[in-house]
Structures are given as C-alpha cells and as structure tokens.
C-alpha cells in the first residue's frame, strides 16, 4: 500500500492558481492516484483522478510525471469557497484496504 | 441522485446504550463503506459491504457492529461505546471496487458520554 506525503497546509490568495503536490514514491504499477476535498463536518468530496500524464475537469486539473512518484492536483483561480482538506490517495482495484493521507489544509484569503 | 444520507445528523449516548447508525444511497452502488473520522484527522477506513456482504473489517472492535439489510442500506449499530470512540461517522458508497469515486454522506457526529 503506497504511502503518501503532502503539505500540511498552503496559503493562497483568491483568484490564484494553487498547486497541491503529493508523493507516493512506492506508488505500484496497477494504483490510481484520487483525490477528494472535505469541508469541516461535511465527508468528503471525490475532486479528480488520474493513473498517467494529466486530467483534467471541470473544477481542477492533475498532472502525473512519467515516473508517477508524485502528482499535483491544480486548483484554477481559487475562491473562498475552495478553503478545504484536500486528500490523496493512492488505490487499486482488488486492494483489501484505502488510506487517507493526512491531507493538506487551504486556506484561501481574500 | 448523487446522495448519500446518513441519519441521525448528531448522536449522544451513554457508555451502556445500545443505538444504530443508519446510511442510504439510491445510486445502485454495490459496495458501501464505514469510515470515523477524529478531530483534525484524515476518515479511518471501517467496514466495506460488496454486494451487501461484509468484505473488509479492519479490526474494529466488536462493540462496533455494522449490518446491510439490501443494496441500498447501512447500518452501524453501537454498543457499549468508550468516550474515545466519539467521533464523525461517515458513511459511503461506489459503483464497485474499492478504487472507484467513492460518494460520501454528511456524517453522524457522535459523542459518547
């Protein structure tokens, strides 16, 4: 089960482009890489997923590097509404567990 | 529909009481998840239901006791809780396997007394 790393948290401002990046160096052949977004005492919200190169969708975009040790969720001209915990997960079909990473907290100001 | 509703939104109890935790989707999803979720922590994987039969249990204890009467139902029936056991519920559901969007509930926000 590949471990993942993040921020703890970022600041942004709104209107700016914010670029999350997780690690997963042990990431195995057959994992994606999701992300969701949790708002306090709301569960979480599936965001983007993603398994190579870059998708991308409506509210944000990923981009996955050849090696897919690491992957950045970007978040387009934020709000404050986007002020969150964003979560990473590394997960594959037939996998017997899931582990939320410790999230990274974002506070966007005005 | 993309919801999934969990019932009771807040829960007090006592450390003898029996109560349930309940958990609805009408997505047609087969499999559906427990997670709790501490204060300022990421949601801690519970229970998975795949086709309404218990798949995962990551060795929560028995006082925790989770139930799928059908495909679109859930629940958690507590028993003899601890006050550390106080905590945000949340349930969810997918289309299928494990690494599939998972659709996330509003959660019960427990607290044991």
């Not at chain 1, 482009?17 to 997780?22: G, H, P």
């Not at chain 1, 387009?76 to 939320?100: I, K």
Request: with cysteine; glycine share 6%; charged share 15%.
């Amino acid at each position: 089960l590949a471990k993942t790393t993040q921020p703890i948290s970022m600041d942004s401002y709104e209107g700016q482009e914010v670029n999350i990046t997780c690690s997963h160096n042990n990431i195995a052949t057959n994992d994606y890489i999701t992300w969701y977004q949790q708002f306090p005492s709301q569960g979480p919200r599936f965001i983007i997923q993603g398994y190579k190169t870059k998708v991308t969708n409506e509210v944000a975009s990923l981009f996955i590097p050849a090696d897919r040790k690491s992957s950045t969720l970007s978040l387009p001209r934020v709000s404050l509404s986007d002020t969150a915990v964003y979560y990473c997960l590394v997960v594959a079909p037939g996998y017997s567990t899931l582990t939320f990473g410790k999230g990274t907290m974002l506070l966007v100001s005005p | 529909d993309t919801e999934v509703t969990q019932t009771p939104k807040h829960l007090v109890m006592g450390m003898t009481n029996k109560k349930s935790l309940k958990c609805e989707q009408h997505m047609g999803h087969r499999a559906m998840y427990w997670y709790k979720q501490k204060a300022k922590k990421p949601p801690e994987l519970m229970f998975v239901y795949s086709y309404e039969k218990l798949s995962i249990n990551e060795s929560v204890p028995s006082r925790f006791s989770p139930e799928c009467p059908n495909s679109s139902l859930l629940n958690l029936h507590l028993h003899a809780l601890q006050p550390e056991d106080s905590a945000l519920y949340l349930c969810a559901s997918s289309q299928g396997g494990i690494q599939e969007t998972q659709y996330f509930g509003p959660g019960t926000r427990l607290l044991v007394l």
